[in-house]
């Protein structure tokens, strides 16, 4: 007898289904692509096979270096069992060179480097888009604490160190990058970790040589060889020895 496993969440890219053990949930990785609010929508086969090896990469990396994470080990080609956690309604953005949003909203030309790092704050929520929002508005509604934002700010931080290291060490400029954090419950106590994902799907990557995008950003500007640019990013790390079948299409 087989049951089917019951799904906990499906977002745009992803499926979280119920894990093996309580506490932990199995992150799955779809060949979905969105942009623009979910108005533009693709299929790019391979992209999952792609995103949950360099997540499992980079967030094994990060626990590495004392960045506690959600990641505990990736099970098959499009999965990874991950600890629940409670999700924080934030989208953290963190931003070394001006692209995107924040030069359309400041009127700075893309590729021109920010005076420091800069972190932003985006409310979840999918009907009203995203908007952007302060640590007033954070604490007033009662979506994070204020250490809350302190932990996630210098958590945001040392990834941004470190991941503009890594990458730069392979010919590639971390232009700025989103991540997602949760709570994990001990006792009477609550603990900030990363979670969700982090792929070229949620970062600007661009080739340090050229400037050429490696990222979502090849798919949201239309500018074609979406998969090709996130394999050369797997290949560049050194984590693509299991991947070649995948451009195939043969991976499902
Ligand atoms: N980002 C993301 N998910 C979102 C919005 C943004 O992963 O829902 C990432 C995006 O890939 C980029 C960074 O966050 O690396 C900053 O995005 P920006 O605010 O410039 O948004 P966009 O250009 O997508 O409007």
């Known amino acids: 007898m087989t049951t089917r496993r019951k799904k906990i ?4 890219a992803k499926i979280l289904y119920e894990g093996p053990e309580p506490g932990t949930l199995i992150q799955y990785f779809k060949d979905d692509a969105t942009a623009f609010n979910a108005q533009k929508k693709a299929i790019l086969e391979g992209k999952g096979v792609i ?7 980079i967030m094994t990396r990060l626990n590495g270096i004392g960045v506690q994470n959600h990641f505990i080990r990736r099970l098959n080609l499009r999965e990874q069992l991950i600890k629940e956690v409670e999700i924080v309604p ?3 953005v963190v931003r070394n060179i001006a692209a995107g949003s924040i030069a359309t909203r400041l009127g700075l030309t893309e ?3 920010l005076p420091r790092s800069i972190i932003e704050f985006y409310y979840k929520d999918d009907k009203l888009g995203d908007p952007m929002v302060s640590e007033e508005h954070i604490t007033a509604f009662n979506w994070a604490a204020t250490q809350e934002i302190d932990d996630m700010m210098a958590m945001a931080l040392r990834v941004n160190d470190y991941l503009s ?3 730069s060490g392979v010919g590639i400029t971390l232009v700025d990058f989103k991540v997602e954090f949760g709570r994990i419950y001990e006792g009477d106590f609550s603990r900030i ?12 990557l661009w080739d340090s040589a050229t400037n050429e995008k490696l990222d979502k950003d090849r798919f949201r500007r239309d500018l074609g060889n979406v ?5 050369e990013v797997a290949r560049r790390l050194g984590i693509m020895k299991e991947m070649p079948t995948v451009i195939q299409g043969g991976v499902h």
């Open 9 to 12: 969440y499906e977002g745009k």
């Open 51 to 57: 995103n949950n090896r360099i997540s499992e990469y």
């Open 90 to 92: 934030l989208e953290v």
């Open 111 to 113: 590729g021109q480097p």
């Open 165 to 167: 290291g890594l990458f």
């Open 193 to 204: 970790i990363l979670a969700d994902e982090i792929s070229p799907d949620s970062c600007r």
């Open 227 to 231: 998969i090709e640019s996130y394999t």
